[in-house]
């Protein structure tokens, strides 16, 4: 073309009106396109040795009996520990961060040079190895191998793992959208990312079947079942719709949905909060509890037994102000959920705790304070399906009603359940960094640091599936 003719719409072979078109869509594209901001998550400030206790006959833990998928598969692992064993998959490998969840029969370890390895229960390819074969040893996750993993949950049947960017993957059950991939399936077999484009991730959290990830402003988003309510988007609704004149059906959510509201009851009744901001999460089978930056705790979702800690059993909608919390020093300092109750340590150090944790008996209505543990420095606490674990000062103190699998780790010479606080003889020589519960087992990184706390831990067995 001479130079300096203008070129006419339509001879490039499409209307002005098209490229104007396609101009718009080119810079709606870019825009999506644009790098959301950048983060780095720090590592755990620890590192130590992994210590087992309780059952590994995944298979069969909190069922009467294998189902028929099970019932064909080798039992390997078997019996329960009764006591804290070291692994022998684990021999010569430190860890950093121990997951699993009060409804998990699966659990997630980050090594020290941050990889992410599974083992338990694999019905629902929860493992994220790509099959739904039992793992009974931990094993590398090969698809987040390339990946710094600093965090992850898991519920009853799907994992989340975090990213040192604030990156989400999530894998295995996915009927209730738990996965968060804007799709309801079978199962997500290897790790792949929520369909969520914010902030980045800072924390993630999963109930029996549906999660919650916390973005770096604070900002929580949820996805998965909202049969009780649990995801806390309000709208005065559980999903719940007629399927026929006898049947209930509850929709899902199966993308990551902002949770908007927060509120506080006074006595003008409810009153909305503006601005809060969230620092942590936590969640029980069907309901969540979540910690803001002013030390208030909320929660919400199933309220059966007291677990949300508003006096009465009624489900909550959207997160609710815990009132005891708002109380002068008496803000939250840590806050953790079991299958049906919560726990929160104060700034203070006292250990609370509200709902029902023992199968029979009165529930608590509202946060009252484990008096056997005032005066303790509460470092750690694990909330198994019934059974509580807790590590402080010196010690690892736990608790929980028949039956167990040995998640108390009180050993084989001691009784195998408690329904006040005692300490884990085995363990009472061993410094515990951190510690978390799964359904029936509990996980211990044991302080590794000195050739005094290498010799203490030589003298703890080790499990090898089999034997």
Same mark, same amino acid.
């Given at each position: 073309?001479?130079?300096?003719?203008?070129?006419?719409?339509?001879?490039?072979?499409?209307?002005?009106?098209?490229?104007?078109?396609?101009?718009?869509?080119?810079?709606?594209?870019?825009?999506?396109?644009?790098?959301?901001?950048?983060?780095?998550?720090?590592?755990?400030?620890?590192?130590?040795?992994?210590?087992?206790?309780?059952?590994?006959? !995944?298979?069969?833990?909190?069922?009467?009996?294998?189902?028929?998928?099970?019932?064909?598969?080798?039992?390997?692992?078997?019996?329960?520990? !009764? &006591?804290?064993?070291?692994?022998?998959?684990?021999?010569?490998?430190?860890?950093?961060? #121990? +997951?699993?969840?009060?409804?998990?029969?699966?659990? #997630?370890?980050? /090594?020290?040079?941050?990889?992410?390895?599974? !083992?338990?229960?694999?019905?629902?390819?929860?493992?994220?190895?790509?099959?739904? #074969?039992?793992?009974?040893?931990?094993?590398?996750?090969?698809?987040?191998?390339?990946?710094?993993?600093? *965090?992850?949950?898991?519920?009853?049947?799907?994992?989340?793992?975090?990213?040192?960017?604030?990156?989400?993957?999530?894998?295995?059950? *996915?009927?209730? &959208?738990?996965?968060?991939?804007?799709?309801?399936?079978?199962?997500? &077999?290897?790790?792949?990312?929520?369909? +969520?484009?914010?902030? %980045?991730?800072?924390?993630?959290?999963?109930?029996?079947? +549906?999660?919650?990830?916390?973005? =770096?402003?604070?900002?929580?988003?949820?996805?998965?079942? @909202?049969?009780?309510?649990?995801?806390?988007?309000?709208?005065?609704?559980?999903?719940?719709?007629?399927?026929?004149?006898?049947?209930?059906?509850?929709?899902?959510?199966?993308?990551?949905?902002?949770? @908007?509201?927060?509120?506080?009851?006074?006595?003008?009744?409810?009153?909305?909060?503006?601005? /809060?901001?969230?620092?942590?999460?936590?969640?029980?089978?069907?309901?969540?509890?979540?910690?803001?930056?002013?030390?208030?705790?909320?929660? $919400?979702?199933?309220?059966?037994?007291?677990?949300?800690?508003?006096?009465?059993?009624?489900?909550?909608?959207?997160?609710?102000?815990?009132?005891?919390?708002?109380?002068?020093?008496?803000?939250?300092?840590?806050?953790?959920? &079991?299958?049906?109750?919560?726990?929160?340590?104060?700034?203070?150090?006292?250990?609370? +705790? !509200?709902?029902?944790?023992?199968?029979?008996?009165?529930?608590?209505?509202? %946060?009252?304070?484990?008096?056997?543990?005032?005066? $303790? *420095?509460?470092?750690?606490?694990? =909330?198994?399906?019934?059974?509580?674990?807790?590590?402080?000062?010196?010690?690892?103190?736990? $608790?929980?009603?028949?039956?167990?699998?040995?998640?108390?780790?009180?050993?084989?010479?001691?009784?195998?359940?408690?329904?006040? %606080?005692?300490?884990?003889?085995?363990?009472?020589?061993?410094?515990?960094?951190?510690?978390?519960?799964?359904?029936?087992?509990?996980?211990?990184?044991?302080?590794?640091?000195?050739?005094?706390?290498?010799?203490?831990?030589?003298?703890?067995?080790?499990?090898?599936?089999? *034997?």
């Amino acid at each position: 073309m001479p130079r300096g003719k203008k070129r006419l719409p339509g001879e490039d072979g499409e209307s002005g009106r098209t490229k104007v078109k396609r101009n718009k869509q080119q810079s709606k594209h870019a825009e999506s396109q644009e790098p959301r901001e950048t983060i780095k998550l720090k590592d755990s400030p620890f590192v130590g040795t992994l210590l087992f206790s309780g059952g590994t006959n !995944w298979d069969l833990i909190g069922r009467h009996r294998l189902p028929k998928a099970a019932a064909n598969k080798p039992v390997i692992g078997g019996r329960n520990l !009764w &006591g804290p064993h070291q692994l022998s998959a684990l021999q010569g490998i430190r860890v950093r961060n #121990v +997951f699993s969840g009060p409804s998990s029969c699966h659990s #997630v370890i980050i /090594t020290e040079e941050g990889k992410a390895m599974t !083992w338990g229960r694999n019905d629902k390819e929860q493992l994220g190895h790509g099959d739904d #074969v039992r793992r009974d040893s931990p094993t590398l996750v090969e698809g987040l191998k390339d990946h710094h993993i600093v *965090n992850a949950a898991t519920g009853r049947n799907h994992t989340l793992c975090l990213t040192d960017n604030g990156t989400v993957f999530a894998f295995g059950d *996915n009927r209730m &959208g738990q996965c968060g991939i804007g799709i309801q399936s079978a199962s997500v &077999g290897t790790p792949c990312k929520p369909n +969520f484009h914010g902030s %980045p991730i800072v924390k993630v959290a999963c109930g029996a079947d +549906f999660s919650i990830i916390l973005d =770096c402003k604070g900002v929580l988003h949820s996805f998965g079942s @909202q049969e009780y309510s649990q995801l806390g988007t309000g709208h005065n609704t559980n999903g719940q719709y007629s399927v026929s004149a006898s049947k209930l059906s509850s929709e899902c959510v199966s993308t990551p949905k902002r949770i @908007q509201c927060f509120i506080e009851k006074g006595r003008e009744g409810l009153k909305y909060l503006q601005g /809060t901001v969230i620092k942590d999460i936590a969640c029980g089978n069907n309901h969540s509890i979540a910690m803001d930056m002013q030390k208030r705790v909320f929660t $919400w979702g199933f309220g059966g037994y007291g677990r949300l800690g508003h006096q009465k059993p009624d489900d909550e909608p959207v997160p609710r102000s815990v009132k005891l919390f708002e109380m002068p020093m008496k803000g939250a300092q840590t806050i953790e959920a &079991g299958s049906s109750y919560c726990m929160a340590v104060t700034e203070q150090g006292q250990l609370y +705790f !509200w709902g029902q944790a023992k199968t029979t008996g009165e529930a608590t209505m509202y %946060p009252k304070p484990v008096q056997d543990l005032s005066g $303790w *420095n509460v470092r750690s606490v694990g =909330c198994s399906n019934h059974s509580i674990v807790v590590a402080a000062d010196d010690c690892v103190i736990s $608790w929980g009603p028949s039956p167990t699998y040995g998640e108390l780790a009180y050993g084989e010479a001691d009784s195998k359940s408690s329904t006040v %606080p005692k300490k884990a003889r085995p363990l009472e020589n061993v410094y515990i960094h951190h510690l978390t519960c799964g359904m029936g087992h509990s996980l211990f990184i044991a302080r590794d640091d000195t050739e005094e706390d290498k010799e203490i831990l030589n003298k703890i067995p080790v499990f090898t599936p089999g *034997n």
